[in-house]
């Protein structure tokens, strides 16, 4: 007769147990990628929630605003560094208003005034001076009023 060789089931554990790590280190690639990802959209979103804030703001003051370089800084806040009618806001990390050296953000407003408009240039930067945000806002004088150049 015949003797039969049987092999042992151990082996075949182990490989099913190496292919089941496998799938799962996969898996958890997959997920740690995602979750980087998201945070990298969350710290995104939320700047540009900032900046949406501020720029409304801006906006807002400059609507209310009635020409004099002067009157808007009083409407809107003192700036960290003026350069002619350029203003610029310094922010950090946390959007707190900070100084030019430990600036994470800047925000430069330049307003403008003549007879018939009011308008204002509004930009974001970040610590690299890449451009994160531009906007120009123009308003229509709707009543009597002084304008001056600064």
């Known amino acids: 007769m015949k003797k039969l060789i049987t092999h042992s089931k151990s082996s075949l554990f182990l490989i099913e147990m190496i292919l089941s790590i ?11 990628r995602i979750f980087a990802a998201a945070k990298t959209q969350r ?12 720029v409304t703001s801006a906006g807002e003051t400059l609507e209310g605003w009635n020409g004099q370089l002067s009157s808007f800084i009083s409407i809107f806040g003192q700036p960290s560094k003026t350069s002619g009618a350029l203003l610029q806001y310094y922010y950090d990390d946390s959007w ?6 430990s600036a994470e953000y800047t925000m430069t407003i330049q307003p403008a005034a003549s007879e018939t408009e009011k308008t204002a240039d509004i930009n974001f930067y970040n610590s690299q001076h890449d451009n994160l945000y531009q906007l ?6 709707t009543s009597e009023r002084t304008v001056s150049h600064e």
Do not use: G, K, M
């Open 22 to 32: 496998l799938i799962l280190a996969l898996t958890c690639t997959v997920c740690v």
């Open 96 to 101: 707190n208003p900070c100084t030019e050296n």
């Open 43 to 54: 710290e995104e979103a939320r700047d540009l929630n900032h900046i949406q804030e501020l």
């Open 136 to 141: 120009s806002v123009t308003f229509p004088f």
